[in-house]
């Protein structure tokens, strides 16, 4: 999320924190890098000018709050500054109290996809999404919406007759025991005199509780004309940014979203349906700045259902090779090893090698197969493994010896560390344990 800028970011701080002084003339050094920073991610100029200023104002002309140096005030300052650029934290739990939830935004801001994350997002939070087609200008809108409800397990109405105003009415009277109904709107290539007519339209018949506009994080400053425009038409009263992963422009998205007041309540952080992640930008910005993102990290552990009483086991040092397998498949539910060292405090901010993690994460995809290839008795009894049955594992899961014999060494070291935590570490164990037993390795 946010590569350019989250490293860009990282690296200042570091070397704010790590440098051998800092006064006056080192300040300015890193105002002038800061303000380079953010127009690289598309920020817009008058916003950056502000945060500058503000900044220079806070740590050079006010007096240094007492109990802190300079240097401290400065990275606070400059945290406080980019939480209130980025945008106002929205109330909690806020979308889960709404009944009818209408979203609108231009063609290609991946809308569509979007109310599919947030169908499973409320369904995981015991909610009943039901979702509605309105879009008949495109003609694979309606399917790929009654798709992505298929794969969810949530009920899509499409019109017969291919009419929104109709399937608005239907609908309304066919989902009067879901909790919520999403409707999705039509897109077009730019907001012109008919879109914007039906749009009003729909919004005056459903009369919705949450109008939500998405918005793709590569429009980067422009993203705050096209809030303006949709808000002064219907409304909206919350901004999802779309496709934040791997673009430059993100930033500038979420500070132009945040410039017209409209919350941005919830980043797209990928492709995949369960990459939808509430927008804290308290949160946001401290993983960006390598300080961790710990709340973040143990919502998704929660959310992937993690057995808490796993954690007992690897605490006593007494799990199994099949607990280790659900461990590593339990990693995979909360995210990729890139994502979670971002979350960790401090790991964020290290200068680990380009490609580590993603080697680590296809070595442990090779040791779930090799798990997959041992017998009932192997995976609870590791011990049983000599040479002749390593041969035929590393046969049958299509790997080298050298690779069976580095799992079951990989193992044994996650099985000391844990027993070693358990006996001696308080804090790390309710840590542990909050994470439902589940490490990053």
């Known amino acids: 999320m ?187 290539n730019a907001l012109d005199a ?55 422009k993100a930033g500038g998205a979420l500070a132009a979203a945040a410039a017209t007041g409209a919350k941005v309540k919830f980043i797209g952080t990928g492709e995949k349906l369960d990459e939808l992640d509430q927008y804290d930008p308290t949160r946001f910005v401290s993983r960006m700045l390598g300080l961790g993102d710990m709340q973040t990290l143990l919502d998704k552990a929660k959310e992937a259902e993690l057995r808490p009483e796993l954690a007992e086991k690897m605490l006593e040092g007494k799990f199994t090779l099949d607990d280790f397998f659900e461990q590593i498949e339990s990693v995979g539910k909360i995210g990729s090893l890139d994502k979670i060292a971002g979350m960790l405090p401090g790991l964020g901010a290290l200068k680990l090698p380009q490609d580590a993690l993603a080697k680590q994460e296809q070595q442990l995809k090779k040791y779930k197969t090799i798990i997959q290839s041992l017998t009932k008795e192997e995976r609870t009894t590791p011990s049983l493994l000599n040479s002749v049955r390593v041969k035929r594992v590393a046969k049958g899961a299509g790997v080298a010896e050298s690779d069976v014999r580095e799992m079951l060494k990989q193992y044994e070291q996650i099985k000391k560390l844990t027993r070693m935590l358990g006996r001696g570490n308080k804090d790390m164990m309710k840590m542990i344990k909050q994470l439902g037993g589940k490490m990053p390795f």
């Open 194 to 248: 008919d879109l914007a007519a039906e749009l009003k339209k729909l919004g005056d018949m459903i009369k919705p509780d949450e109008v939500i506009l998405a918005i793709p994080a590569d429009l980067g400053k422009i993203a705050r004309r096209q809030a303006d425009e949709f808000n002064k038409l219907v409304g909206i009263t919350g901004v999802i940014v779309t496709k934040m992963d791997g673009t430059a």
């Open 2 to 188: 946010l590569d350019n800028l989250g490293k860009n970011l990282g690296e200042l701080i570091r070397n704010l924190i790590t440098g051998t002084s800092v006064d006056k003339e080192a300040v300015e050094g890193v105002l002038q890098d800061l303000r380079k920073i953010l127009l690289q991610s598309d920020v817009d100029i008058d916003l950056i000018d502000k945060l500058v200023a503000d900044i220079r104002k806070k740590c050079l002309q006010e007096k240094t709050p007492a109990g802190l140096t300079l240097r401290e005030h400065v990275l606070k300052t400059i945290y406080d500054e980019l939480v209130s650029l980025l945008g106002e934290k929205p109330a909690e739990g806020d979308i889960l109290t709404r009944k009818r939830i209408m979203f609108v935004g231009l063609f290609g801001s991946g809308k569509t996809t979007t109310i599919a994350k947030l169908a499973r997002y409320l369904k995981k939070r015991g909610k009943t999404p039901a979702l509605v087609a309105l879009d008949y200008h495109r003609p694979a809108a309606p399917q790929q919406l009654q798709q992505l409800g298929e794969q969810l397990g949530v009920p899509v109405h499409v019109s017969e007759q291919k009419d929104p105003y109709a399937a608005v009415r239907e609908a309304t009277e066919k989902f009067t025991k879901n909790d919520v109904i999403i409707f999705d709107t039509a897109g077009r």
